[in-house]
Structure formats: C-alpha cells, structure tokens
C-alpha cells in the first residue's frame, strides 16, 4: 500500500484497500476497507461515502496503509478498530477476550427467553468482552447479573465495557475459575434463575485449522479440551447446585456438538432442547432444571 501515502480521493484509496485486502484473500474487502479508511479518518462509513471529493492527507494515507497491512496479515478487524457492535452496545475488542459474534447475540435470544417473569438474576460463565451479561443487563432492566471470567485481563476489558455502555453498577464482575469465582457460600442464597455461557469448545486440531484471525484471539477462550466439550461437562456437573427451582442453562455449542451436549446436560439431570442458529446450525442447547 505504498501510494496510499498520496493525496488521493475516497474513492481512489478505497479501491486500491479493497484490491490489496481481496489479494490477500480478506472476505468483504471492500466493506472492510471502508471500516479501515473509517477509522482512520474518524468518521462513520456513512459520512465517508457521501464525501467522495474528501482528499487524504500523506498521513492519512500510510495510516490506511498500515492498517490495511495489519488485516491482510491477519490481524482481526476489529483489533485494528477496537470496538465491536453487539445487539446495540458499542463493545471495546483487545487481544484478550474473544471477539462477539453474530451467533451469540442468538444465545442472549435465548437466555432472554429462559428467564422467568419478575425479578430474577443470572449468572455468565466466561464473560469475556461482557457481550452477555452486559446485553441481558441492558435488554432485561432489575435484573441481576453476576459475569465471571478466569482472566483478570478479560474482566478489565468487560469492566470497560460496563463503563462505556452507561451499565456500571448493572453487572457484578468477580475473577476466577467458573462456579469457583463465587466462593464457597455466594450470596444468592435461592441460586440462580439462568447460568448463561458462551465456553470454548474447539479440540486443539480445530483450533491449528482456523484462520489466523481467529489464532490472534485467546487461545484459551476457543480450546475447550481435547474433546472440544470439557467445559459444558464442568457447567453441567456443577449447575444444579447454583440454579434455582425450574432454573436454566444456555450454552453456545459449535455446530457438530448438538447430541454430545445435549447427552452431558441429560447424564447432569436436564431436560435438555438444541435450537440451530440462522445458518441452519445447532448452536444452542437450552436445559432446565426440574422444579422440585
């Protein structure tokens, strides 16, 4: 992207962006370099595409060309952005959280669906970016909801999520090890009305196959054991005593992985449904607990 650096129209550098990215086989690359020259110019896509007379400046230039090197070298898109939209919020993306997909808003659908009338609280395992727990606490007002991470960097960034949302106080954060984050004695006594999680679940041979877009982002976040299913065994295993009477599970599943969890949620005491995603994919696996 060398003549990126001359003073070239909006047009001119979003054709040379969109060929250098679609060489380096960049799906949408003219949608892409739209977001880049976006963000390099701090502005909207919008307001870029009505002003196609705008002229860049030498440094706008090799910005542009420094970001379009980031992406075609496989660096996510939205790690060059940082920011990610999700059911409305406007999330902040780093390397150390996984980066939400269209997929899991699905999964807030779901877990919407899942919660009684009424008061109610929920509890995100793995909040990462906060994209659940934040969009429940946004879409369902009063309710309460703790979001528990393993990663200290992971929370600081769902924490800035809070913030920058207008949701501080709305979602409660601890640190640690799933169910090990509340302590021997968490202070809902009655238990939880939703346990929510979006676990990893690639096997390691999944996760050497991805893009290298997709490498860029935790590992651990996206390995979910040999199997691809040891965290859904450790969600369900421990469910039941952090649920409340007629309480629910929802957990994102890859799309090969319906049955096996469907069998684990079954072999923990649930009564278990997969739901299949827009793309015709099982994605969810929905389980409730009997009312007893």
Known sequence: MATTTGARTVPAALREAATALSARGVEDARLEAECLLAHVL???RLTLLLAPERALTAPEGAALGAAVARRAGGTPLQHILGTQPFRGLTLAVTPDVLIPRPETEEVVDAALAALPA?????LDLGTGSGCIALSLAWERPGLAVTAVDASRAALAVARENARRNGLD??????EGDLYGALGPSHEISRGFDL???????LTPAEWLQTPAEVRAEPRAALVGGADGLAFYRRIFSGAGAHLAPGGAVVVEIGWTQGDAVARIAREAGFAAVVTKDLGGRDRIVTARRERG
């Open 42 to 44: 701090g502005t909207d």
């Open 118 to 122: 009424g008061a109610a609280n929920a």
């Open 169 to 174: 106080g709305a979602v409660r954060f601890l």
């Open 195 to 201: 346990i929510v999680s979006n676990p990893p679940y």
